[in-house]
């Protein structure tokens, strides 16, 4: 299994909603990441987690708050967040150094 | 926390045309990436080039590292319209840092 997987698809919320995007990979990878990325624009990181543990955070808000439950799953929840949130979230895994297997992303809309 | 850039920001070519496309980045570097991004989906590893090599090919994929100019750059021979797409070099340091994007338009 080559392949990582994202949900929902799409997610409209409001900003007083509390939400959370979900991603899984069963490549046996010890690095997992969150990116965020507006229209036209790079990815910008947001957060890597190596080993399950949180090792990068690049600044990002409190009303991001990411979780990794064990080494195949990575969460992030979503509470309070401004209609600039809005933009496609994207997740990857790798091992540590190497290529990045990024999933097809949620298109997050916040209203 | 955009590292590099890219040029040309856009390229336009006939099928069966070869694109080159141009990043340069900021500090020393482990390895440098490429990625494709077909529109608004996720992105698409195409090569890794380490900072010890100078040039990777793969299929139709020519990719140079110049780290003393800190440049690379990629090469797609043979283009097809399946190679519509954004490309992004990243490159690694402890993180991944993505340049702006090359968005590439293979006309048929």
């Known amino acids: 299994d080559t392949e990582v997987t994202q949900t929902p698809k799409h997610l409209v919320m409001g900003m007083t909603n509390k939400k959370s995007l979900k991603c899984e990979q069963h490549?046996?990878?010890?690095?997992m990441y969150w990116y965020k990325q507006k229209a036209k624009k790079p990815p910008e990181l947001m957060f890597v987690?190596?080993?399950?543990?949180?090792?990068i955070n690049e600044s990002v808000p409190s009303r991001f708050s990411p979780e990794c439950p064990n080494s195949s799953l990575l969460n992030l929840h979503l509470h309070a967040l401004q209609p600039e949130d809005s933009a496609l979230y994207l997740c990857?895994?790798?091992?540590?150094?190497?290529?990045?297997?990024f999933g097809p992303g949620t298109r997050l809309t916040v209203l | 926390s955009q590292q590099g850039e890219e040029d040309p920001q856009a390229l336009s070519i006939q099928e069966g045309e070869n694109a080159t496309m141009n990043c340069s980045y900021k500090?020393?570097?482990?390895?440098l990436q490429w990625y494709r991004q077909n529109s608004g989906r996720g992105l698409v590893h195409l090569i890794l080039i380490r900072s010890n090599e100078r040039e990777k090919h793969s299929g139709r994929l020519r990719v140079t590292l110049d780290t003393s100019k800190k440049s690379s750059s990629l090469l797609i021979t043979a283009s097809r319209a399946a190679d519509t797409a954004s490309y992004f070099c990243a490159s690694y340091a402890y993180k991944l840092s993505f340049g702006a994007g090359t968005t590439v338009t293979v006309r048929a």
């Open positions: 500090t020393s570097i482990n390895n």
């Open positions: 990857a895994s790798s091992q540590v150094r190497d290529e990045q297997f």
């Open positions: 987690y190596s080993y399950e543990k949180l090792s």
């Open positions: 490549m046996g990878h010890r690095a």
